[in-house]
């Protein structure tokens, strides 16, 4: 009897999940696929779809985490903090025929472009380190900082004693954790940062409601950002440990200006999100309604009163916004467009996008690094090649150390910089941050830095993908299936 009975509640669980699916705003062919599953595998399937299926796009529970924030945006914010991250004075710096581009980028967290920022173009770990450190130890009221790795190693424990010390000395250090991506590190690592001081969130919390946690423990939190007294800003591509500052080739932005209220704006977010507190007003934190002077910095990767825009995805969003950004601009580019990515698996709507640029005689170049740092990523990566080379696209793998750089330049205006690769995962599965520049000089000088590199490249031409065995192709198309989960 009970037998039957469970038979029959599986059943109708089944038929209740595959209901939900259909009516669920996904892929058809996604949700074909997911019906397939879960009709063979019932219960197999059901946990993996629980698990890796539900688009948190189209589900009201993943709202439902962001309403203290909303609410305290609600009762706090005021028309100048409103103008300074949502304001539209700053469009008619961008070039008329790019402001489409600024407007989709928003449509998101809505944060605006902003004129007037200075910021160094890091391109060394060992300097972001240096800059980073020092920055620290000047701040005077607050440093928060969200990383989707910070490593427990020579360089990321320096980090973290300077962090504890300005604690100790008074300054408020919010510390949010990707506790999933970091979980080979022992908890202790991190009980000792709170117990000196830091108030150290996790942005997971495997003690909320189950079912809150089972659908989240896919949707990582992918973004590098770094707020020092509300005027200093870091974002980029480079996480806290030794491979950034000692062994990869990485790229991050040191930033003063009006932008680095968007990054307040989005630590500020997660934070609350995730059930972090604060201890003053919101709007206190942002200096830069009283004083929105950006300090220029000195040296050859500087530049200085630039349109800035700090664009944000996330899963729960209601469009993939990185992605129709990427459309965007390889549907609209003119001349050139150049991109680093070190983990190269495009949703077929960006690849249709860029092979169409390609085959319209735009110098479609892509930089991938010539060993990945996992062997299924090679793979990934070059069951790619074929079609984009047909189609016109460069591509060149670079050697010696690890190229991790999330970098795009085009026409000689648009520049961006962040956290985001070109794969559905940072699409659609995490929380993204990147940094749009609209400006000629800074797209010259990211040209220069990529064509520089090209000295350590070895460009991959058609013939030679056409020489590589059979299983050797066998085994990337194996790989390629799995690009919607990578």
């Known amino acids: 009897m009970l037998q039957i009975i469970a038979n029959i509640a599986l059943s109708l ?39 890796l299926g539900i688009s948190p796009r189209h589900h009201w529970m993943f709202e439902r985490r962001r309403r203290r924030y909303k609410q305290l ?43 007037g920022n200075s910021f160094e173009i890091i391109t060394s770990g060992a300097r972001k380190y240096e800059l980073l450190m020092r920055d620290i130890e000047a701040a005077k009221e607050s440093i928060h900082l969200e990383y989707f790795h910070f490593g427990n190693d020579k360089g990321s424990r320096a980090v973290r004693d300077i962090l504890v010390r300005k604690a100790r000395d008074g300054v408020k250090v919010r510390f949010l954790n990707e506790n999933v991506a970091n979980f080979p590190i022992s908890p202790s690592y991190y009980k000792s940062m709170r117990r000196d001081g830091v108030e150290v969130l996790n942005f997971t919390d495997p003690r909320q409601h189950a079912l ?39 790229t991050h932005l040191r930033i003063t200006g009006p932008a680095v209220a968007s990054l307040q704006y989005l630590f500020l977010d997660s934070w609350v999100t995730a059930g972090g507190v604060l201890d003053r007003p919101m709007t206190e934190l942002y200096p830069m309604l009283k004083s929105p002077v950006a300090e220029v910095p000195e040296g050859p990767k500087s530049l200085g009163g630039k349109t800035m825009q700090i664009m944000a995805d ?12 990427y459309e965007w601009v390889l549907h609209n580019v003119r001349r050139y467009i150049y991109i680093n990515t070190p983990y190269f698996v495009p949703p077929e709507p960006v690849m249709n996008a860029l092979k169409a640029a390609a085959m319209t005689g735009v110098d479609v170049r892509l930089m991938l690094p010539a060993k990945n740092d996992t062997i299924f990523l090679d793979k990934a990566n070059r069951s790619f090649y074929i079609e984009a080379l047909e189609a016109g696209v460069r591509i060149y793998e670079r050697g010696r150390e690890f190229i991790h750089s999330k970098v795009f330049v085009a026409d000689d205006y648009i520049s961006c910089i962040g956290s985001s690769n ?22 010259e000088l990211n040209k220069r830095i990529f064509e520089e590199e090209l000295a350590l490249c070895r460009e991959i031409t058609l013939a030679e993908v056409d020489s590589w065995s059979w299983i050797k192709r066998f085994w990337q198309q194996v790989v390629k299936l799995l690009a919607p989960i990578l």
Do not use: C
Request: charged fraction near 20%.
């Open 73 to 115: 945006l609600d009762s706090e914010s005021t028309p100048e903090w409103e103008a300074l991250l949502f304001g539209d004075s700053s469009l008619a710096s961008i070039k008329e025929e790019y402001r489409p581009l600024a407007s989709l980028m928003s449509s998101g967290t809505h944060l605006a472009p902003t004129e």
């Open 314 to 325: 996330e899963p729960s969003g209601s469009n993939p916004v990185f992605q129709l950004g």
């Open 212 to 250: 809150d946690f089972a659908t989240r423990i896919n949707y990582r939190n992918h973004r590098k950002i770094v707020v020092i007294d509300g005027r200093i800003g870091y974002t980029g591509g480079m996480n806290i440990n030794d491979h950034y500052f000692e062994q990869w080739r990485d």
């Open 13 to 51: 669980t089944v038929i209740g999940v595959i209901l939900v699916i259909i009516m669920d705003k996904g892929l058809p062919r996604a949700k074909l696929a997911w019906i397939i599953i879960i009709a063979l595998l019932p219960v197999l399937g059901l946990i993996l779809y629980v698990l």
């Open 422 to 443: 070109i794969d559905n995962r940072s699409f659609n599965f995490s929380y993204e941050v990147n940094a749009l520049v609209y400006d000629r000089q800074t797209a």
